[in-house]
């Protein structure tokens, strides 16, 4: 399959993958950090009644959730750079088309081109995740 993009295309678009790499990295660092902070610990370990300790479960669920959404993400961009090297970057996962430069700005870790991207939600269909 052809290779649509060229070379200032694929490299804007890595770019801005390491980008996003980069704050990505840094908000599970800010998380992780967070989440063993001491007034964090107080909040969880001193609470007295049990709707309170919920709360700090859910908290720590939120915040492990967050980071989890993070390394997902992280994942993404780390496969779409293999794709990258391996020369398959911008073609459709399902159905080989090109995907359009224009999607892959706006998601740079696009696996699939839209109309494909739609019927793979459609037949798996996460509550929650992103549409892209
Ligand atoms: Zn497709």
């Known amino acids: 399959m052809k290779q649509v993009l060229d070379d200032k ?34 909040l969880a370990g001193e609470v007295a009644d049990s709707g309170e300790e919920a709360l700090a479960d859910l908290l720590v669920d939120v915040r492990l959730a967050e980071i989890d959404r993070d390394l997902e993400e992280i994942n993404d961009i780390n496969a779409a750079t293999a794709r990258m090297r391996s020369g398959t970057y911008g073609i459709c996962s399902d159905c080989g088309a090109p995907v359009p430069y224009a999607r892959l700005q706006a998601y740079p870790t696009a696996k699939r081109c839209e109309p494909c991207q739609r019927r793979h939600e459609r037949t798996f269909r996460t509550p929650g995740a992103p549409t892209l």
């Open 9 to 42: 295309q694929r490299n804007a678009l890595l770019k801005k993958m390491q980008d996003r790499y980069a704050v990505l990295h840094e908000e599970v660092r800010a998380g992780l950090a967070a989440s063993d902070n001491e007034d964090y610990r107080k």
